[in-house]
């Protein structure tokens, strides 16, 4: 190689086409059909939560809220871009403002989550991989800890 010659880069797990040969997390633990089970088994929990519940304005049909949460994170996680097609940037912490999230919302929040989590059997590391998310941004919502 002379010394004007850039090296080639290595790209390890791709194919041809530059893709990942092991598809995005979205593809790994079953697409929509996947996240759409862990968002309504959460909101299966929202349902019956006394403090969480009332944040939820269109209740008792929780169908929006449903379909924006799973839209959002399939996207997150290399889905369909339809929630920012739609919706436009996440935005997650501006659109919580007008809640009151304190730890003990945040607290009831990953217990419905992590329940629902638990529905899918995911692989340990796809779970773990999840879970980790989720409990990062659940921590990021905390806007208050009044009680």
């Known amino acids: 190689m ?17 893709e990942s040969v092991q598809g995005n997390f979205w593809e790994q633990v079953g697409g ?15 349902a019956t939560d006394e403090v969480l519940l009332p944040m ?13 949460l ?6 997150y996680w290399g889905g369909p871009t339809a ?5 436009g940037h996440p935005r997650l912490r501006m659109r919580h403002v007008p809640f009151r999230v304190n730890p003990d919302a945040r607290d009831r929040w ?21 879970w980790s998310y989720l409990d990062r941004a659940a921590q990021s919502m905390v806007n208050t800890f009044d009680e």
Do not use: C, W
């Open 56 to 68: 939820y304005p269109e209740q008792p049909d929780l169908e929006g809220a449903i379909q924006r």
């Open 110 to 130: 990953l217990t419905h989550m992590r329940a629902a989590l638990d529905t899918l059997e995911l692989s340990p590391l796809h779970d773990a991989t999840l």
């Open 83 to 87: 929630y920012s097609d739609e919706r």
């Open 2 to 18: 002379s010394d004007n010659a850039q090296p080639t880069p290595i790209r390890l797990r791709a194919s041809s086409g530059g």
């Open 32 to 46: 929509r059909p996947t996240f759409e089970k862990l968002v309504r088994a959460f909101y299966d929990g929202i």
């Open 70 to 75: 799973t839209g959002f994170l399939e996207q």
